[in-house]
C-alpha cells in the first residue's frame, strides 16, 4: 500500500527577495502544496503572522537584513513547537547547517536542489505525526495504569492470584 500523501494547506515563508518567494511558491503549488503560502521579511510581520493559527511548515531563508536567524528560530519554536521549520537557503556551509540542525531546524534545503523540498517537507510532517502518536500512546497508557491502580488501590479486601 502506497503511503499517503500529506495535505498542506498553509506555508510560512520568511524570505526577502519576493522572486525567490514566487519561485518557492509556484514549485509548491505545481506539486499540490502550499495553498496559502505567506511571505514575511521583518519580526514585525512574522510577529503578526504568528497570530494566526493553522501554519504547518515554516520555510525560513537563514540571510534576511534585519532578521537574525538565532532570533527567528526561537520565536517559531516558541509560537509553534510542533511546527517544522526547513532552512531553504543559497549557500550554506556544512558546519553551519549541523549546529542549525542542533538547534532545531527540521530540514535544509538549498535553493538550486528545489526539487528535495517537498520530499523534506513530506519526512518533516511525518515526523511530527509520528511523535504526536507517540505521545498520544503514552498519555493513554499512562491513564490505563493510573486507572488500574485506583481499582487496586479501592479494594478493601486482598486481591489473591
Known amino acids: 500500500m502506497a503511503a499517503e500523501r500529506a495535505t498542506i494547506d498553509r506555508v510560512l515563508v ?6 525567490d ?5 509556484r514549485h509548491l503549488q505545481r506539486q499540490g502544496l502550499g495553498v496559502d503560502c505567506r511571505r514575511v521579511a521583518s519580526l514585525e510581520a512574522l510577529d503578526a ?6 501554519w504547518q511548515v515554516v520555510l525560513a531563508d537563514h540571510q534576511v537584513p534585519g532578521l537574525e536567524f538565532g532570533v527567528l528560530l526561537q520565536r517559531l519554536q516558541q509560537a509553534l513547537p510542533e511546527v517544522p521549520v526547513i532552512l531553504v537557503s543559497g549557500t550554506i556551509g556544512e558546519e ?3 549546529d542549525l540542525l542542533r538547534q532545531g531546524v527540521s530540514d535544509f534545503v538549498l535553493k538550486d536542489r528545489i526539487a528535495r523540498l517537498v520530499p523534506a517537507i513530506e519526512r518533516c510532517l511525518d515526523d511530527v505525526h509520528r511523535r504526536q502518536q507517540a505521545d498520544a500512546s503514552l498519555r493513554a497508557l499512562a491513564e490505563s495504569e493510573a486507572f488500574s491502580r ?7 479486601d486482598g486481591l489473591f492470584i
Open 14 to 19: 520568511v524570505e526577502d527577495h519576493e522572486a
Open 21 to 25: 518567494f514566487r519561485l518557492l511558491q
Open 49 to 54: 503572522a504568528l497570530l494566526d493559527a493553522g
Open 96 to 98: 553551519l547547517a549541523v
Open 150 to 156: 485506583a481499582i487496586l488501590d479501592a479494594l478493601d
